[in-house]
């Protein structure tokens, strides 16, 4: 048949077939295929596929993919992005969808940035990390070697890792290469804390002292306590130190002068732990920008209001049983807004405008499980086996990691925590450096730290 005739004949069955009801059409069709070859056979095979697939994200607007995209789980997404480039850039560019993912996994999501590809990166690099603790796999040890007797105290910053040790020394690493870069002769240090040009410790032999980095020398000595000191902290811009000591008493000392300012009693045992923070609520009791003094012995925690009065009074007393039936661990955490510490029956946070108890975390599944840090999404637990991450929206432990056979100490000074700032939501960026820190038998100190992202 000539072309011409063809295209006669083919015009002249259209119409007809557009005149059939489907029924019709549906035999017609089938008596077609009944008298195809192979040929015409495998052309319609091809053909069929492309004919009957409707590419919805490609057909529909760019506002309501978007909305469709929302209702899928990241994992799909994921596997849709395969599909084809254009499936893979539309899905690319719904960040409301990964943010969500990444706020989902605990991941910090700095709203600021706009650039859907980046939520994308991060999610696929939160999955990552978030898979390694879950297998855990997200950390690496390493040892500091340099005393020669017990090491005692610990106090990490910036990256810097200080070390007060029996042997009347102290020393300042930097954790990234393991090397000493300060090391001073002092006396036996229960606790320390430093800055760029100062170290302050407190000490066995019942006093506090100040030293120069640079040149070792002890630009002060504060004398007053009848017990060890096992706990200090100072705040330059008040000029103040202050100290809690084995003899039931904290200390406000002027740091510059080395004169006691103040004695505060009422505790009944020993104090192992003093904070000096700004409160960052208001109420009755304090308003924010006021600095606060918490004490705490192995029952209570004392409040205290520093600044406005040197002879300051107890604002609260805080227990977990009325009985002083059960022991608090010797970890305290405040921020200015919550105070958290541990004990036998587990977590206990506190609300510092109304000092109401928000919230207890029991974990009775893990005996003695001790506090080391505590943010607005994991907190930092450990026993005398391993290092757990909490999850406190499910309040679920979700990784751990082996300890090893570590120097134990009711007051608890011979461990910590490292960076913190991953405790509020990873980001990415935070899960680098120290972790936890403990001094051990042999006088190294165990280092627990974040392994690189693979």
């Known amino acids: ?55 919805f994200l490609k057909l529909l607007p760019l506002e309501l993919s ?5 209702w899928l789980d990241p994992q799909t997404l994921l596997t849709c992005c395969l599909v084809s480039k254009q499936w893979n850039k539309v899905i690319s560019a719904c960040t409301e969808v990964w943010q969500t993912a990444c706020k989902n996994l605990g991941w910090q999501i700095d709203d600021s940035v706009q650039d859907a590809l980046h939520w994308k990166k991060v999610y696929l690099k939160a999955i990552l990390r978030m898979k390694q603790l879950e297998d855990h796999e997200a950390f690496e040890t390493s040892s500091l070697i340099g005393h020669s007797a017990r090491v005692y105290a610990l106090y990490y910053k910036d990256g810097l890792l200080c070390t007060g040790s029996d042997d009347l020394s102290a020393k300042l690493w930097d954790v990234s290469t393991g090397q000493c870069i300060y090391g001073i002769q002092t006396h036996t240090c229960a606790a320390v804390k430093f800055d760029e040009q100062k170290l302050v410790t407190g000490s066995f032999d019942n006093t506090v002292a100040c030293w120069e980095w640079s040149s070792g020398a002890r630009t002060q000595h504060f004398r007053g306590h009848t017990g060890a000191v096992f706990s200090v902290d100072y705040n330059d811009e008040l000029d103040i130190l202050v100290s809690g000591s084995a003899d039931f008493t904290v200390k406000v000392w002027a740091l510059s002068a080395g004169t006691c300012l103040n004695t505060l009693t009422g505790h009944t045992e020993w104090v192992t732990k003093v904070v000096l923070q700004k409160c960052k609520v208001r109420s009755l009791l304090h308003s924010p920008g006021d600095y606060i003094l918490l004490s705490a012995d192995k029952y209570e925690i004392k409040i205290w209001p520093i600044g406005r009065e040197i002879n300051c009074k107890c604002l609260k007393t805080l227990s977990v049983s009325e009985d002083r039936s059960i022991c608090l661990q010797p970890r305290l955490h405040f921020d200015g807004k919550y105070i958290v510490c541990s004990s036998a029956l587990g977590l206990y946070q506190w609300d510092f405008a109304s000092y109401d108890i928000l919230r207890v975390i029991k974990t009775p599944e893990i005996a003695n499980l001790a506090l080391l840090g505590f943010g607005d999404v994991f907190a930092l637990l ?18 751990r990691w082996p300890l090893p056979e570590y120097r134990k100490s009711k007051r608890g000074s011979s461990f ?29 100190i165990h280092l627990v730290l974040w392994k690189e992202h693979g």
């Open 66 to 70: 978007f909305y469709l995209l929302k």
């Open 382 to 399: 450990f026993d005398n086996r391993y290092l757990y991450i909490m999850d406190l929206r499910t309040e679920s432990l979700i990784s």
């Open 416 to 444: 910590l925590a490292g960076e913190a700032s991953w405790l509020n939501g990873l980001d990415g960026h935070n899960d680098t450096g120290l972790v936890f820190a403990t001094s051990m038998p042999d006088h190294s």
């Open 1 to 55: 048949m000539e072309r011409k005739d063809f295209e006669t004949w083919l015009d002249n069955i259209s119409v007809t077939f557009l005149s059939l009801t489907d029924l019709q059409k549906n035999e017609t069709l089938d008596h077609l295929i009944s008298l195809s070859g192979a040929v015409q056979l495998r052309h319609l095979s091809n053909n069929l596929e492309t004919l009957l697939k409707r590419d």
